[in-house]
């Protein structure tokens, strides 16, 4: 199917391309984001399933960029396995609100001939009809949308040029978590006073996922609320509710923009209680 990229393009990616999953209000403006930061950052979270952790990023980019971005950064863009699996997806796909994510497959090295940019899988989920290979449509997407008129959880064939959100996996062995502190928490304010704090040394390019949920070893009971800021005291990232199979429990991601101590405030939404565990790992 031949398509327009203005169409593809959810309105939405303007919109969440610079803030963190989740939130219940307005949140305080994040600093401007370098380059590298902007690739990944504050638009992706990190969730563990089935021994994988997979990595959601919002802001669009074409599939080999996509691709490259998962690699450095130690995954490869996800293989699907089986229904449950894209289940599983669709949950924080449409938590997003959000179409058209990349996905591993695609026809790049030999055309009608798929192929999985990781693993391997027999598992397809085509809309119906596709792939035709209109316009050279090398590159697959999953939960399919074209304008107003298809909104569906199938697959399509798509231009590799084509910018859309995507989906990182990698194997079972990375998935333990580097660190951990338990908190109880109450009148928070959002995590902007009373807050439970742990320091952390990182890394400039680091990747880094801190969550009460969907990180090995995380838990969360009740509404928590997670920032992180560096070592000035400025605010780099922050998840309320990471929605899907998180909820109201917090997770998110960033790539560090500079070496030195950073500091993790676990506290809950609004007024309210909560308490938990909070994971990280890079």
């Known amino acids: ?55 959601f990023v919002r802001t669009p980019k074409t599939w080999q960029q996509a691709q490259s971005l998962c690699s450095v950064n130690g995954y490869k863009l996800v293989t699907i396995d089986n229904a449950t699996e894209e289940a599983f997806l669709a949950v924080h796909e449409a938590y997003a609100g959000l179409y058209n994510w990349w996905i591993g497959y695609n026809d790049i090295g030999t055309e009608g001939f798929f192929v999985w940019d990781g693993p391997t899988s027999s598992y397809t989920n085509w809309y119906p009809g596709e792939p035709t290979n209109n316009s050279n449509e090398d590159c697959v997407a999953d939960r399919f949308s074209y304008g107003s008129s298809i909104r569906s959880e199938l697959w399509n064939d798509a231009p590799c040029s084509m910018e859309f959100p995507f989906i990182c996996e990698r194997s079972p062995d990375l998935t333990a978590n580097e660190g951990s502190f338990s908190f109880t928490a109450t009148n928070t304010a959002s995590a902007t006073t009373g807050t439970t704090n742990h320091a952390v040394v990182l890394y400039a390019g680091q990747l880094v996922t801190v969550a009460t949920c969907g990180v090995p070893g995380a838990t969360g009971t009740g509404d ?40 993790i405030r676990a506290g809950c939404f609004g007024t309210t209680s909560c308490s938990g565990t909070v994971a990280y790992n890079h």
């Open 224 to 263: 928590t609320y997670l920032r992180i800021n560096d070592s000035t005291g400025t605010q780099v990232a922050f998840s309320d509710d990471a929605g899907g199979a998180c909820g109201s429990r917090s997770n998110f991601s960033f790539v560090v923009p500079s070496s030195g101590t950073y500091t």
């Open 1 to 55: 199917m031949t398509l327009h990229p203005a169409s593809w393009r959810p309105a939405l990616l303007a919109s969440l391309a610079a803030v963190a999953l989740g939130g219940c209000g307005p949140e305080a403006p994040l600093p401007d984001e370098e380059p590298t930061k902007d690739a990944l950052g504050v638009t992706s979270q990190s969730i563990s399933s089935g021994g994988h952790d997979y990595l």
